[in-house]
């Protein structure tokens, strides 16, 4: 690993730190029980004994390897989270890097845990949030190496790559576990399927548009 990627990821670690907002919901539901004797999830993870950890624990190897942008959206997302990584369970940061083939895109999508920023390693970078309603703005940059940005929270963000060459950025993520929701996927990939009666109404278009679109794969990018 360069130079140059050590000193991005130790500026995201930074970041990462200074954007820490666990503990807040660190999974979709967390129902509470009455039986204490029945098995139990918890907002997070159960910990392991302080005694018995080493340093695997706290360690993660890899990043330096590119993903597979081979698919239709062209983009590959890495994430070291605490499925990957056990020791970040309770610390409130996780880590990406993110792979754009030329034109790649990583689909409008958003983390309701956590806070973005991102780093462009390698390539050009077309990046945009949307504001919520009812302004529903949209806030872009078109980024290049060395360049960072920040996506709030819970926001609908993306990037593309429009570069003729391959791109690579890393993102510090202020959750140990931020979540992922592409939009097109939860809208029209949902299993089962949202009626098309609702969509149709939602997007004010025709059912088949809807019935075309919900036939269509979703292709999953992380």
């Not at 807040?24 to 029980?33: E, F, G």
């Not at 999508?109 to 390539?123: I, M, Q």
Request: glycine residues 6%; hydrophobic residues 40%.
């Amino acid at each position: 690993m360069d130079a140059w990627m050590l000193a991005v990821l130790a500026f995201l670690a930074l970041c990462s730190q200074a954007l820490a907002s666990d503990p807040s919901p660190l999974q979709d539901l967390c129902v509470a029980i009455k039986d204490t004797e029945t098995p139990v999830f918890v907002n997070g993870k159960f910990c392991k004994n302080p005694n018995y950890t080493t340093a695997d624990d706290f360690f993660f190897s890899g990043l330096d390897n590119p993903g597979n942008t081979s698919n239709p959206v062209g983009s590959k997302v890495t994430p070291v989270n605490v499925m990957q990584l056990p020791g970040l369970n309770t610390l409130g940061v996780s880590l990406v890097r993110i792979d754009y083939a030329p034109y790649g895109l990583n689909p409008p999508h958003t983390h309701p845990r956590a806070t973005e920023v991102l780093v462009v390693l390698e390539g050009t970078l077309y990046v945009g949030f949307v504001t919520s309603n009812p302004e529903n703005r949209l806030i872009t940059k078109t980024l290049n190496k060395g360049d960072v940005f920040v996506f709030p929270v819970g926001l609908i963000h993306f990037q593309f790559n429009v570069g003729h060459t391959n791109a690579v950025a890393f993102a510090g993520l202020s959750s140990q576990n931020p979540g992922t929701i592409t939009i097109a996927n939860a809208v029209f990939g949902s299993k089962p399927p949202i009626k098309d009666d609702v969509l149709a109404k939602a997007f004010q278009v025709d059912k088949k548009v809807i019935d075309y679109l919900q036939a269509q794969f979703w292709m999953d990018n992380n």
